[in-house]
C-alpha cells in the first residue's frame, strides 16, 4: 500500500548512497567518526566525505562540496557548525539530495530558531526530509546505515525499534542495551528538534517495517498530537508501542523548553490520549528496558492466570502480591500439573501455586524439579503466563539444561524469570536464558510487572 | 543502661563458645557446611562439632551430645531433623546454653506447630533464647559468628544489618549485596518461624548495637504488632529502618501463612503503623537495597533543594519531573555557582538547574567541568542535596579524578549518582564511586526517589 508518510522517509532509513558533510582530518570530530562508522560497520551503500579543503580522507577521496559529488547521493548527514548549516541545505537543494540527518547543533534548542526555519524551507521547497538538527540521527541494523557519533559495537540485529529526541541519551541508552541486554535492535532514530521529521511520521514508517515488532520511545514534547494519537491508535494494533515522556511536571516541561525546545503539553493530556491509542506509558528508562524486552522476546498472555515457580518461598509471596496489584490473578494450578509435581516433592511439602520449588530441588535435584515444574505450568492450560523465580549461589548446580531452552521447542505463552543471588551466576543464567528469548529480571515486582503489562496491552489491543 | 531484650539477646549475636549439633562427614550437608564456615571465617569464640557417632570431623574433636561439652557451651546451632529437635533442646537446656539457632525446618510452617511448641516450652523454662526455627540463622561481621548454611565469602564489614523471616530469600539477597553491592554488613538475621525471637526483640538489639547504622528488614507477618511499633518509633529517631512487607494482598497473605505459617494482617494497618513509626517502608527488592545504600552511604539532605549535574540534557529533564513528583524541589542556585560554572561552559550555552553539563565537558574537559559543577552545586547554600547523571561510553574518559573523591574530603550533604552507558564503564564508574561512599543507581528515577526518601525520612524523624 502506497504511503506518502512512509515513502517519502524511506531514504531517511535506507539511502543507497550518503554523503557525511564535515568529516575532517582530525579522527574524533563527529563528522569523522560518522563517516568511519559507516565504512567498519559496512554500511551497504556509497559514502562520500565531504570537506572543502581536502582531496583525500582516511584513504577515501573527498570532495570540497556536496553538488560536486559525480554520483547520485540519495542522503547525507550534516555535522557542520550550525550557522553553515543553511548554506549546505542549498547546496544539497541544488544536489537533488531527498533525506538530510543534521547532526549539528545550535538552534531552537539554544534559542536560534531562526537559523533552523530557514534551513527548513529550503529542504521543503527541494522536497528533502530533515531529521533533527541536534540529534545522533539514524541506525538501521538491516544496512548497518549508522549517522550516530557515539562509538557503536557489537549491535545485535533485532526487532527493536528505538526513537528518542535527543541524542546524548539515546546514545547513552544505546550503549547500555548493547552492553548490558540481550534483544536486538532494527532502528533507532534520534529526533533532536524535530523541524521537520516527527514522532508520527516515523511511527508511521516503523508500522510498516517488517524488521520492527516493539518500538520504544523517549519524548519530550509532542509537536502534532492529534496525528501522534491517529497513527499510534493504528499502529499498536500491530505492535506494541512503548513511551517514556518528560517534562510532565510543570517545572520538568520549563526544562524542556530549554532543552530541545518542545512544549511538554499537560501530563493528563496525554495520559489520556496514550490510554486511547494503546500506547505503553513507561516511568524510568528502567521500565522501558524491562517493558521493551518482555515484549520483543515472548508472546502475549492470552488471559491474566499466572503460575509462580519459586525457588525460595519469600519469592512466591513477594511474585503473588505483585501479581494481585498488578491485576494478574495467581493460577488455580489443574490436578494434572499437581500430580506431576508431587513425583518430585517430598510427601511433606504442599502443593501449591505459587510453587515453592526448593524441597523439590533437594529431594529430586535442581534440573529435574525445574523440568518437571516449568514444564507441568507451561502444559496447564489453566496458566496464562509463567513467573519463574531462581535463587543462583556460587557452587551450585545452573539450571542450563532446560527443557524449555532446547532448539525447537516453542511455547505458546509467556515465560519471565527473575533471578537473584551471586552477581556472576546471575549474569551467566541471565546470558543462557536471553539468548533463548527469555527475559530476566533482577527483581520480582519488576518480572510481575512486565507479564502484566503484556496482559494489559493485549486487552486493550482487542477493544480498540 | 541495662535493657533485658537486648541482654538475653546478646548470646544469639556475641556468643564466646557454640556447638554446632548436626555436624556430619558429609561435607554438603547444613550442619557440616555450617561447621566449616565458622572455622574458615575465623569466628572469634570456641567452635564444637555434636554427633551422636563421630569421635572427629573436619579434624576437629566431636561429642556425641551437646550436655558432654566440658566447656562452657554459650549458643548451639542446631541443624538436625525436626524430630529430633525437642530432645536437643533437653539436652541444651541441661547444659546450661543461654541460645539456640534452629536452622532446622519441617515445624509450623509444615503445620508442625506442637512440635515447635515443645521446644520452644523447654527453651522458655530453660532461659534459651530460640531464633528460627526454618531460617539461616545470624551472621555477625564483628566476631565471625556466622551460622548460614548458604557459603558467604568477601562479607564487607559495615553499618549495614538486615533481618529476614526467611532464609533462602535472606541468602540470595545477600549473595546478591555481597557480590554487587560496595555497603558493608554488620549484622544478619534469618528470624524463620519466630518461634520464640521475634522482629521487635531484634530491632531492640541492633538499637544498641554500635555496628549497625541502617536496618533492612523483609518481613511476611507481625506476631506482636504493637510491640514491633513502640520499639520501631524509638529506634527509627536514630536510625533508619527500611521494611518489604510482603503478603499484603488477600492472595499473598494465604501464601504466607503456609509459607512460614504467619498472619500478614492488614496491610493499611501495617502501612499506616509504619507510617506512625517512621518506618520506611519499600516495594521491591531493587527499592530495599536502592535506599539501603543511600542511608548506608550519604548524610541525610538538611531541606528539599535539590542540584542536578547530568551529561545529557534528557537526564535533567527526568531527574526535574523525578523530583516534583517525589516532594523535592529544584534548587534556584546562586549566582556565584552560576559563575563559576560560566567559566567552563561555552558563551552559546545557558546555565540553569538541571546543569546540562555537556558542552562544559566538550569545551573544558570532562574532569574539568565535573569538577567544577559539582564542587559549586555542593558549596552552595541554596542546595540540600546533588544528583549526578553521567553518561560514559567505552573510548571516553572517566572522570575518576573527581575532588569529592579526595581522602579527607568530607561532603555534609547528600550526593547521589546515575550512571548509563556501557555496562563495563558502569561499573568501573561505580565500583570508584561506591568505594568511596558515593551511591550509584542505573536509573535516574531511582537515584531521585533514594534522595526523596532520605528527605522525608529526616523530616519525619524531626516531627516525631
Same mark, same amino acid.
Given at each position: 500500500?502506497?504511503?506518502?508518510?512512509?515513502?517519502?522517509?524511506?531514504?531517511?532509513?535506507? #539511502?543507497?548512497?550518503?554523503?557525511?558533510?564535515?568529516?575532517?582530518?582530525?579522527?574524533?570530530?563527529?563528522?569523522?567518526?560518522?563517516?568511519?562508522?559507516?565504512?567498519?560497520?559496512?554500511?551497504?551503500?556509497?559514502?562520500?566525505?565531504?570537506?572543502?579543503? *581536502?582531496?583525500?580522507?582516511?584513504?577515501?577521496?573527498?570532495?570540497?562540496?556536496?553538488?560536486?559529488?559525480?554520483?547520485?547521493?540519495?542522503?547525507?548527514?550534516?555535522?557542520?557548525?550550525? #550557522?553553515?548549516?543553511?548554506?549546505?541545505?542549498?547546496?544539497?537543494?541544488?544536489?537533488?539530495?531527498?533525506?538530510?540527518?543534521?547532526?549539528?547543533?545550535?538552534?531552537?534548542?539554544?534559542?536560534?530558531?531562526?537559523?533552523?526555519?530557514?534551513?527548513?524551507?529550503? %529542504?521543503?521547497?527541494?522536497?528533502?526530509? &530533515?531529521?533533527?538538527?541536534?540529534?545522533?540521527?539514524?541506525?538501521?541494523? %538491516?544496512?548497518?546505515?549508522?549517522?550516530?557519533?557515539?562509538?557503536?559495537?557489537?549491535?545485535?540485529?533485532?526487532?527493536?525499534?528505538?526513537?528518542?529526541?535527543?541524542?546524548?541519551?539515546?546514545?547513552?541508552?544505546?550503549?547500555?542495551?548493547?552492553?548490558?541486554?540481550?534483544?536486538?535492535?532494527?532502528?533507532?532514530?534520534?529526533?533532536?528538534?524535530?523541524?521537520?521529521?516527527?514522532?508520527?511520521?516515523?511511527?508511521?514508517?516503523?508500522?510498516?517495517?517488517?524488521?520492527?515488532?516493539?518500538?520504544?520511545?523517549?519524548?519530550?514534547?509532542?509537536?502534532?498530537?492529534?496525528?501522534?494519537?491517529?497513527?499510534?491508535?493504528?499502529?499498536?494494533?500491530?505492535? #506494541?508501542?512503548? &513511551?517514556?515522556?518528560?517534562?510532565?511536571?510543570?517545572?520538568?516541561?520549563?526544562?524542556?523548553?530549554?532543552?530541545?525546545?518542545?512544549?511538554?503539553?499537560?501530563?493528563?493530556?496525554?495520559?489520556?490520549?496514550?490510554?486511547?491509542?494503546?500506547?505503553?506509558?513507561?516511568?524510568?528508562?528502567?521500565?522501558?528496558?524491562? =517493558?521493551?524486552?518482555?515484549?520483543?522476546?515472548?508472546?502475549? #498472555?492470552?488471559?491474566?492466570?499466572?503460575?509462580?515457580?519459586?525457588?525460595?518461598?519469600?519469592?512466591?509471596?513477594? *511474585?503473588?502480591?505483585?501479581?494481585?496489584?498488578?491485576?494478574?490473578?495467581?493460577?488455580?494450578?489443574?490436578?494434572?500439573?499437581?500430580?506431576?509435581?508431587?513425583?518430585?516433592?517430598?510427601?511433606?511439602?504442599?502443593?501449591?501455586?505459587?510453587?515453592?520449588?526448593?524441597?523439590?530441588?533437594?529431594?529430586?535435584?535442581?534440573?529435574?524439579?525445574?523440568?518437571?515444574?516449568?514444564? *507441568?505450568?507451561?502444559?496447564?492450560?489453566?496458566?496464562?503466563?509463567?513467573?519463574?523465580?531462581?535463587?543462583?549461589?556460587?557452587?551450585?548446580? =545452573?539450571?542450563?539444561?532446560?527443557?524449555? =531452552?532446547?532448539?525447537?521447542?516453542?511455547?505458546?505463552?509467556?515465560?519471565?524469570?527473575?533471578?537473584?543471588?551471586?552477581?556472576?551466576?546471575?549474569?551467566?543464567?541471565?546470558?543462557?536464558?536471553?539468548?533463548?528469548?527469555?527475559?530476566?529480571?533482577?527483581?520480582?515486582?519488576?518480572?510481575?510487572?512486565?507479564?502484566?503489562?503484556?496482559?494489559?496491552?493485549?486487552?486493550?489491543?482487542?477493544?480498540?
Amino acid at each position: 500500500m502506497k504511503n506518502p508518510t512512509t515513502d517519502s522517509l524511506k531514504p531517511c532509513f535506507e #539511502p543507497r548512497s550518503v554523503a557525511v558533510i564535515g568529516v575532517s582530518r582530525s579522527p574524533e570530530k563527529a563528522g569523522s567518526v560518522i563517516f568511519r562508522n559507516l565504512l567498519e560497520l559496512k554500511f551497504e551503500g556509497k559514502v562520500y566525505p565531504v570537506n572543502p579543503k *581536502a582531496d583525500m580522507i582516511f584513504e577515501v577521496e573527498a570532495y570540497s562540496s556536496v553538488d560536486l559529488i559525480p554520483d547520485e547521493v540519495e542522503a547525507v548527514i550534516i555535522a557542520t557548525p550550525a #550557522p553553515t548549516v543553511v548554506e549546505v541545505m542549498e547546496r544539497c537543494a541544488r544536489k537533488g539530495v531527498k533525506a538530510a540527518i543534521v547532526v549539528s547543533s545550535g538552534f531552537s534548542e539554544e534559542g536560534s530558531n531562526r537559523l533552523e526555519q530557514e534551513m527548513v524551507k529550503i %529542504a521543503k521547497r527541494a522536497g528533502i526530509r &530533515v531529521i533533527g538538527p541536534n540529534t545522533t540521527g539514524v541506525l538501521n541494523t %538491516a544496512n548497518n546505515f549508522i549517522t550516530t557519533f557515539v562509538p557503536i559495537e557489537n549491535l545485535r540485529r533485532g526487532n527493536v525499534a528505538l526513537v528518542a529526541q535527543t541524542g546524548m541519551f539515546l546514545g547513552a541508552m544505546l550503549r547500555s542495551i548493547v552492553s548490558s541486554q540481550h534483544f536486538g535492535i532494527s532502528k533507532v532514530v534520534g529526533l533532536g528538534n524535530k523541524c521537520d521529521v516527527d514522532d508520527w511520521e516515523v511511527l508511521e514508517y516503523l508500522a510498516q517495517d517488517p524488521e520492527t515488532a516493539v518500538v520504544g520511545m523517549y519524548m519530550e514534547g509532542v509537536k502534532d498530537g492529534r496525528r501522534f494519537l491517529e497513527v499510534s491508535q493504528r499502529v499498536t494494533k500491530e505492535k #506494541p508501542v512503548l &513511551v517514556l515522556k518528560s517534562g510532565v511536571t510543570e517545572v520538568g516541561s520549563k526544562v524542556v523548553l530549554s532543552h530541545t525546545g518542545s512544549l511538554s503539553g499537560k501530563d493528563e493530556v496525554f495520559d489520556a490520549a496514550c490510554r486511547q491509542a494503546g500506547i505503553v506509558r513507561v516511568k524510568s528508562l528502567d521500565e522501558l528496558i524491562d =517493558l521493551t524486552k518482555a515484549f520483543a522476546f515472548q508472546p502475549l #498472555p492470552r488471559g491474566n492466570r499466572v503460575a509462580v515457580v519459586s525457588f525460595t518461598g519469600a519469592g512466591g509471596v513477594i *511474585a503473588t502480591d505483585a501479581c494481585a496489584e498488578n491485576g494478574l490473578a495467581v493460577a488455580r494450578i489443574s490436578r494434572k500439573t499437581e500430580k506431576k509435581l508431587r513425583r518430585v516433592t517430598p510427601d511433606w511439602h504442599r502443593i501449591l501455586n505459587p510453587v515453592d520449588l526448593w524441597p523439590a530441588v533437594e529431594a529430586s535435584g535442581i534440573i529435574e524439579a525445574c523440568n518437571t515444574a516449568i514444564n *507441568a505450568v507451561v502444559d496447564d492450560e489453566g496458566v496464562d503466563g509463567v513467573i519463574v523465580v531462581l535463587a543462583v549461589f556460587r557452587g551450585m548446580a =545452573l539450571p542450563y539444561d532446560l527443557d524449555i =531452552l532446547k532448539e525447537g521447542r516453542h511455547l505458546d505463552k509467556p515465560l519471565l524469570f527473575c533471578i537473584i543471588g551471586d552477581k556472576d551466576y546471575m549474569e551467566l543464567m541471565t546470558g543462557v536464558l536471553e539468548k533463548r528469548g527469555f527475559p530476566v529480571y533482577p527483581d520480582i515486582a519488576r518480572a510481575v510487572k512486565a507479564l502484566a503489562v503484556m496482559h494489559r496491552y493485549n486487552v486493550q489491543r482487542k477493544r480498540l
